[in-house]
């Protein structure tokens, strides 16, 4: 159930806003005036957020590759492919 709280909370409850966020890594939304305002979540939330969105549109761009072209490799293929550049960076 998300956590909806007046703005004015963030003022006079902010420890407790805080708690929320950090314990449940859920936002809690801020309303003003009875209409939504503001979100606020724990920063590491926020960094997680940010990084399915990277993998996200990453896999989006590998998809629109895929369509573009015939070219497919197995999984050994693209294990073998890795390994060698990790082994050229170590070595480099």
Known sequence: MPHIRPVSDLRNHFAEISKIVHETLEPVFLTKNGHGDMVVMSIEQY???QYNNEIFAKLKEAEIEANSSDV???HDEV???LRQRLRKEEKG
């Open 47 to 49: 960094e997680n957020i």
């Open 79 to 81: 294990f073998k492919q």
């Open 72 to 74: 497919r490799f197995s």
